[in-house]
């Protein structure tokens, strides 16, 4: 897509007691960059350590969950790239229970300031459950997207979860109404503006996405995304929902009706709806939502984002692949793909591809 000629790229990774590997450097290239190894090897664990850095959490469970080397007390991930022809540098330590960071030689406070500062977009083989799974998962794709291009939308979003965490406590309680009648004013006016920020940016995402669509799968025939906002919101205010829930809400002592029970509603012309989908055409529909997000995070931020696409040929067939590739290509962003073997369909493109290769903890360069 021409409209996006810079691209975030990363120049070198670097862990300490990441999973399997002690210590470990990789240093991507521009372009695309191809990941082997054996199964267990450690070769998705790049991708998770540079999504850790871009999303704040892995895309394979909480660090306390394997990912801290067993023997060791904490992860150490430092990542160096460029953006904008910016020299930028983060570092991460985290034992599971604690975590310290800095950005740009400075001490970070909150995760947030890393996410903010690398933008990584990932595939991974559970990614499916973007189309198929809870819609915790879609709120999280929205909202990390609004992060990127909606600067006003963290500070509403911290207030919106600040006051449904008082309100969940007061319902606990069994509060009176009067206690209930502020942190319920502040939910409505936070949550109205969430919703807003939320439609805005569901809607700009359509135009790339009945792009990838067509151009990942065609036979899905026309794609439409909207937002189902977590109340009736063409009927009534948040404020009015708010107060007609509330004596449901006493009872099972949590907020049910609000932006935080939001989804993303999806639709194609010539497919059933998404529980009907077969898990390969699933993980095609969320490799085009998120190459979307990354196509409208570049028109809007000048730049496109890191593209971590892990086990890529797991159940797509060659010409899927192809497809996939093609798209990536035409793109130009830094592409990192992993898998037990190169994908079939990338012998018969011609793609300039740096490759890799992951044994007894080392990455080394394939020439």
Same mark, same amino acid.
């Given at each position: 897509?021409?409209?996006?000629?810079?691209?975030?790229?990363?120049?070198?990774?670097?862990?300490?007691?990441?999973?399997?590997?002690?210590?470990?450097?990789?240093?991507?290239?521009?372009?695309?960059?191809?990941?082997?190894?054996?199964?267990?090897?450690?070769?998705?664990?790049?991708?998770?350590?540079?999504?850790?850095?871009?999303?704040?959490?892995?895309?394979?469970?909480?660090?306390?969950?394997?990912?801290?080397?067993?023997?060791?007390?904490?992860?150490?991930?430092?990542?160096?790239?460029?953006?904008?022809?910016?020299?930028?540098?983060?570092?991460?330590?985290?034992?599971?229970?604690?975590?310290?960071?800095?950005?740009?030689?400075?001490?970070?406070?909150?995760?947030?300031?890393?996410?903010?500062?690398?933008?990584?977009?990932?595939?991974?083989?559970?990614?499916?459950?973007?189309?198929?799974?809870?819609?915790?998962?879609?709120?999280?794709?929205?909202?990390?997207?609004?992060?990127?291009?909606?600067?006003?939308?963290?500070?509403?979003?911290?207030?919106?979860?600040?006051?449904?965490?008082?309100?969940?406590?007061?319902?606990?309680?069994?509060?009176?109404?009067?206690?209930?009648? %502020?942190?319920?004013?502040? @939910? *409505? &006016? +936070?949550?109205?503006?969430?919703?807003?920020?939320?439609?805005?940016? /569901?809607? #700009? =995402?359509?135009?790339?996405?009945?792009?990838?669509?067509?151009?990942?799968?065609?036979?899905?025939?026309?794609?439409?995304?909207?937002?189902?906002?977590?109340?009736?919101?063409?009927?009534?205010?948040?404020?009015?929902?708010?107060?007609?829930?509330?004596?449901?809400?006493?009872?099972?002592?949590?907020?049910?009706?609000?932006?935080?029970?939001?989804?993303?509603?999806?639709?194609?012309?010539?497919?059933?709806?998404?529980?009907?989908?077969?898990?390969?055409?699933?993980?095609?529909? %969320?490799?085009?939502?998120? @190459? *979307? &997000? +990354?196509?409208?995070?570049?028109?809007?931020?000048?730049?496109?984002? /890191?593209? #971590? =696409?892990?086990?890529?040929?797991?159940?797509?067939?060659?010409?899927?692949?192809?497809?996939?590739?093609?798209?990536?290509?035409?793109?130009?962003?830094?592409?990192?793909?992993?898998?037990?073997?190169?994908?079939?369909?990338?012998?018969?493109?011609?793609?300039?591809?740096?490759?890799?290769?992951?044994?007894?903890?080392?990455?080394?360069?394939?020439?």
């Amino acid at each position: 897509m021409p409209f996006a000629c810079l691209h975030v790229l990363i120049r070198r990774l670097q862990l300490q007691s990441f999973r399997c590997f002690a210590e470990a450097e990789f240093h991507p290239q521009p372009g695309f960059n191809l990941i082997t190894g054996a199964n267990g090897s450690g070769k998705s664990s790049l991708l998770e350590a540079l999504h850790l850095m871009a999303h704040g959490r892995s895309f394979r469970g909480r660090v306390r969950d394997g990912l801290v080397r067993e023997g060791d007390d904490a992860v150490q991930v430092l990542v160096d790239w460029e953006d904008r022809n910016a020299a930028r540098r983060a570092g991460l330590r985290h034992t599971g229970a604690r975590w310290e960071a800095r950005l740009d030689g400075a001490p970070v406070a909150h995760l947030g300031a890393l996410c903010e500062a690398l933008a990584v977009v990932t595939f991974e083989p559970g990614s499916h459950a973007l189309v198929q799974g809870a819609s915790e998962i879609r709120r999280r794709y929205m909202d990390w997207g609004l992060f990127h291009v909606e600067h006003a939308f963290l500070p509403i979003w911290r207030r919106y979860a600040r006051a449904l965490k008082q309100r969940n406590s007061l319902l606990r309680a069994k509060s009176l109404p009067d206690q209930l009648d %502020a942190w319920e004013a502040e @939910l *409505a &006016q +936070a949550g109205e503006r969430l919703c807003e920020f939320r439609e805005s940016y /569901v809607a #700009g =995402l359509q135009p790339y996405l009945e792009s990838a669509i067509q151009d990942l799968l065609p036979t899905a025939g026309a794609a439409r995304v909207s937002l189902q906002p977590g109340w009736r919101r063409h009927e009534l205010s948040l404020a009015d929902a708010l107060f007609l829930a509330r004596e449901r809400d006493l009872l099972f002592g949590h907020t049910s009706v609000g932006p935080h029970r939001a989804d993303l509603s999806l639709s194609l012309e010539l497919l059933p709806g998404r529980e009907g989908l077969s898990r390969g055409q699933a993980k095609l529909v %969320a490799l085009a939502l998120l @190459l *979307a &997000q +990354a196509a409208h995070l570049a028109e809007h931020d000048g730049h496109w984002p /890191v593209l #971590g =696409l892990d086990d890529l040929a797991s159940e797509l067939d060659r010409e899927h692949q192809r497809r996939v590739l093609q798209r990536l290509q035409d793109c130009g962003a830094q592409v990192l793909i992993t898998g037990t073997e190169p994908p079939p369909a990338l012998a018969t493109m011609e793609i300039t591809v740096a490759r890799f290769h992951v044994e007894h903890g080392k990455v080394l360069r394939v020439d």
